[in-house]
């Protein structure tokens, strides 16, 4: 069981003296959306290396104008919690936190009949600190190679479709007027496709596990 508790508001206003977890949910697409959800959300990320997620787009520091510039990231939203079984069936859950826009678009689909759950794009990036090295790295996102993901929205039955907004916003610091509102989902895998999930428990300790399943004549490429 991989249950990755993040704290979701330095991962809007960074505290230089926390070393906490961070995560990002950065794209979402699905669910009958037009389009995809806006990265509407820029904020600074404690990460500072190499990094091997592409997706995440960050502008590492020293680049640009402003040459003592930290890095930052362009995302959808900011993650509270991201869990998963380990399987390659079970369901990936997400706890975010997403501008009044975004949020608004996925409640209303939810107040319509939400007759489509595919989700079309799906990436999220998270980072640790190493106490032991003393240097960020990469926790948990999509493997190379698959950067953003397929699925669909867990669905155990016809009306408990495992979608849900907050109906009140929270402020992402007691002194900032910026709020945003929780948004919770689960995803699982879509019909013969599969993924690598490239999670790490230090910043030497990484490792590759499958998600779906892919049955045929590429099973055996599929299952590792």
């Given at each position: 069981?991989?249950?990755?508790?993040?704290?979701?508001?330095?991962?809007?206003?960074?505290d230089p003296l926390k070393k906490q977890r961070v995560g990002y949910l950065v794209s979402l697409n699905g669910f009958g959306l037009t389009?995809?959800?806006?990265?509407?959300?820029?904020?600074?990320?404690?990460?500072?290396?190499?990094?091997?997620?592409?997706?995440?787009g960050d502008v590492k520091a020293g680049e640009g104008e402003d040459k003592s510039s930290m890095a930052k990231a362009t995302v959808v939203?900011?993650?509270?919690?991201?869990?998963?079984?380990?399987?390659?069936?079970?369901?990936?859950?997400?706890?975010?936190?997403?501008?009044?826009?975004?949020?608004?678009?996925?409640?209303?689909?939810?107040?319509?009949?939400?007759?489509?759950?595919?989700?079309?794009?799906?990436?999220?990036?998270?980072?640790?600190?190493?106490?032991?090295?003393?240097?960020?790295?990469?926790?948990?996102?999509?493997?190379?190679?698959?950067?953003?993901?397929?699925?669909?929205?867990?669905?155990?039955?016809?009306?408990?479709?495992?979608?849900?907004?907050?109906?009140?916003?929270?402020?992402?610091?007691?002194?900032?007027?910026?709020?945003?509102?929780?948004?919770?989902?689960?995803?699982?895998?879509?019909?013969?496709?599969?993924?690598?999930?490239?999670?790490?428990?230090?910043?030497?300790?990484?490792?590759?596990?499958?998600?779906?399943?892919?049955?045929?004549?590429?099973?055996?490429?599929?299952?590792?």
């Amino acid at each position: 069981m991989y249950d990755l508790s993040c704290d979701w508001r330095s991962g809007f206003v960074m505290d230089p003296l926390k070393k906490q977890r961070v995560g990002y949910l950065v794209s979402l697409n699905g669910f009958g959306l037009t389009q995809a959800l806006q990265k509407d959300i820029i904020v600074y990320t404690p990460f500072n290396g190499t990094k091997a997620y592409g997706a995440i787009g960050d502008v590492k520091a020293g680049e640009g104008e402003d040459k003592s510039s930290m890095a930052k990231a362009t995302v959808v939203g900011v993650l509270e919690s991201f869990s998963w079984g380990g399987g390659v069936g079970d369901p990936l859950t997400f706890s975010a936190y997403l501008s009044q826009e975004n949020a608004n678009q996925i409640q209303i689909k939810q107040q319509t009949t939400l007759k489509n759950t595919v989700i079309k794009d799906l990436a999220w990036w998270i980072v640790n600190y190493d106490e032991e090295l003393k240097e960020w790295f990469e926790e948990c996102h999509p493997a190379k190679g698959n950067e953003t993901i397929i699925g669909q929205l867990n669905a155990p039955g016809k009306t408990d479709i495992r979608l849900a907004v907050a109906s009140e916003p929270v402020k992402v610091a007691p002194n900032i007027d910026v709020n945003v509102y929780n948004v919770y989902f689960e995803v699982v895998p879509a019909a013969n496709l599969a993924y690598d999930i490239k999670l790490a428990t230090s910043s030497k300790k990484k490792f590759i596990k499958g998600w779906g399943l892919k049955v045929g004549t590429q099973a055996e490429a599929a299952v590792k």
